[in-house]
């Protein structure tokens, strides 16, 4: 990383300390100022930062992933319900077998071997 970049995201950071600090110290009944100071210091940190190398690689990152999403083959609507209900039937006898399988063991040791039952 570059000095140029270093200092950049040092301003970055700055910055949103910055607006941190200048939301605690407005009183607390301008809270729309304090909102509007904290906004402000998250959008100036976000416009150095988008400055340096690291911001740039992130935009180009950003952009990819979502052209990389629009590719992607979204199931028809029956389809998804499909797989819904699929789930939904695995879930619901993978809770009874659980609780087979909890209640058998349940009167296995109580019942059975410590006689409480």
Known sequence: MESQDKIKLGLAILLVVAGVV???L?????????VVVFVISL???????WQSVMGKN???YAQ????????VVWPQRK???QLTML???FVFVLALF????DSSLSWLFYDVLLRRG
């Open 22 to 24: 200048g939301f605690y």
């Open 26 to 34: 407005l009183a607390a009944d301008q809270a729309v100022l304090r």
């Open 43 to 49: 959008l100036a940190a976000a416009a150095v930062v």
């Open 58 to 60: 992130f935009v180009a």
């Open 64 to 71: 990819e992933s979502i052209a990389e999403a629009r590719k």
């Open 79 to 81: 389809e998804a319900t």
């Open 87 to 89: 789930v939904f039937a």
């Open 98 to 101: 659980m609780w087979l399988v």
